[in-house]
């Protein structure tokens, strides 16, 4: 696969691209993202699906700035897939070889099936959870993909989308004729066999809209739209002020962004009808989707399309891009993994902290790459936002602030203040900077030394093969957690 590859989506809405950057095998970075609301879509539903001259141009227009993104970065590979829009317009083609004649780029134009599957494969290696169904909205169709045990195990297009219901229904205010509209398509959904699982991840412009209205309507501390997870039934009452908004002053007052004043609605009654007979409980937001989905199928497609067991493309891109010493990685990994497992009698954490420990003490150091003064502190910043796929928001939460406090002190209660709505307890937060601190001791040297360790009673022995003056002068400054004591004994040390 090429190192640098482009990702474009003709959507009904919108045209999105990504620019992907190989690292290693498997993993890869975004080094550019772009968005063009071009409504190639718009009119062609009230004109028996032909696509209209305006849109085609404004699409045409951005497929070519889309390109000159692409080769100014270097990308080999381009890859463009067209959904509902140019799966349906009877005058498709007309377009897809004016673009490639004139542009040099072939569109591939996707069935229903297909983008959900696409859409599926992005939630399924991006997202962290086990079982759910995705949901994708979009302008002139919705796609569903059921995931279960690392499978899609079904995927279904539906007619149902934004731009659609407005030109068929929203226009004319016959939002009963809508809803009977989206039932009836639904019933495929609710009858196609499979068992609908009560959590549902939502792709696409209009449901990260939604969720962003969420996020800043329950004060949540973070920015971050990709696998925000929130309470259906907590919230739906932001579904029924948005539906009931008489104008855009009203949907602005909400927090609804101007770029979408015109489509939420539609997106929103879509959405929530969804919900309601899917009785969903929870949802949670993919900013991945069709894109990924492609670059996935194409980069896994000798993997069985998932990812290996055990690896995170989050951790191992951050490790590729700040060219952290692999020796140095993996020591420090399997070292936080035996602090971790000595320490259990008294700690008692459950076993996903032992993970967060070990992937906090691999990616410590990024920040010596971006500025070596206060690096804990531009770590957290980092790994906040850096630690973009398959984390749940908690988890990358508490990797930062592990890595942030991986000094001699423990953090305070005041300390976490910011971010308590996504922290463990304080107890929890403060075994993790002890564990880390000790660990980064260990290693201060960098000689990666052999090192053993005995829990009895409260006594926690650390036995060396030689004498490391930097641990011995530092050990005794490091804040302990419930009175645990900590010796350093070499080769000759018996007590």
Not at 21 to 48: D, H, P, Q
Not at 97 to 107: A, D, F, H, M
Not at 396 to 401: E, F, K, S
Request: with cysteine; charged share 25%; glycine share 6%.
């Amino acid at each position: 696969m090429a190192k640098i590859t482009t990702i474009i989506d003709i959507g009904s809405n919108s045209m999105r691209m990504v620019v992907l950057e190989k690292s290693s095998r498997f993993a890869f970075n975004l080094i550019n993202e772009t968005r063009s609301r071009v409504k190639i879509s718009e009119g062609c539903y009230e004109n028996f699906g032909n696509l209209q001259d305006a849109a085609l141009q404004r699409a045409f227009n951005s497929l070519q700035s889309f390109l000159n993104i692409s080769k100014a970065l270097k990308s080999r590979k381009i890859i463009c897939v067209a959904t509902s829009a140019l799966r349906d317009a009877p005058n498709a083609k007309v377009f897809i070889n004016k673009v490639k004649n004139e542009l040099g780029l072939n569109i591939k134009v996707i069935d229903g099936v297909k983008e959900a599957y696409y859409g599926g494969m992005a939630a399924l290696n991006l997202i962290h959870g086990d079982e759910f169904v995705t949901v994708d909205i979009g302008g002139g169709s919705t796609e569903f993909a059921f995931i279960k045990n690392r499978k899609i195990e079904k995927c279904i297009s539906l007619n149902i989308g934004t731009v659609r219901l407005n030109e068929l229904f929203f226009r004319k205010n016959d939002f009963d004729g809508a809803r009977e509209y989206v039932l009836e398509k639904l019933k495929e959904v609710i009858s196609c066999g499979h068992e609908i699982p009560s959590t549902v991840v939502g792709i696409g412009g209009t449901i990260r809209a939604l969720s962003r209205v969420i996020m800043s309507k329950n004060n949540y501390p973070l920015d971050i739209l990709h696998g925000y997870s929130y309470s259906v039934d907590l919230n739906k009452y932001i579904y029924d002020a948005i539906l009931g908004a008489k104008d855009n002053d009203a949907l602005k007052y909400l927090g609804v962004k101007k770029d979408r004043y015109d489509t939420i609605k539609e997106g929103t009654f879509i959405f929530k009808t969804i919900l309601d007979e899917l009785q969903t409980k929870r949802v949670i937001t993919s900013g991945a989707g069709v894109r990924e989905g492609v670059y996935l199928s194409d980069l896994l497609r000798n993997n069985n399309n998932v990812f290996p067991a055990n690896f995170n493309i989050s951790v191992k891109s951050l490790l590729d891009r700040f060219q952290i010493d692999e020796k140095q990685s993996a020591y420090l990994g399997r070292n936080a993994g035996a602090i971790f497992d000595v320490l259990q009698p008294i700690h008692n954490l459950p076993e996903k902290y032992r993970l967060l420990l070990v992937i906090a003490s691999k990616v410590h150091s990024i920040g010596n790459s971006l500025n070596f003064y206060k690096s804990n502190d531009n770590t957290f910043d980092f790994i906040i936002s850096g630690l973009n796929y398959d984390f749940l928001h908690s988890s990358r939460v508490v990797v930062a602030h592990t890595i942030k406090f991986s000094k001699k002190s423990l953090p305070k209660r005041k300390d976490l203040k910011e971010y308590e709505q996504l922290l463990p307890d304080i107890e929890v937060m403060q075994w993790l900077s002890f564990m880390i601190s000790l660990n980064l001791l260990i290693n201060q040297d960098l000689s990666c030394p052999k090192v053993e360790y005995t829990l009895k009673e409260n006594k926690l022995k650390i036995s060396l093969e030689q004498t490391i003056f930097m641990i011995e002068n530092e050990i005794e400054k490091i804040e302990t957690p419930k009175n645990l004591k900590v010796k350093i004994c070499y080769e000759d040390c018996n007590s």
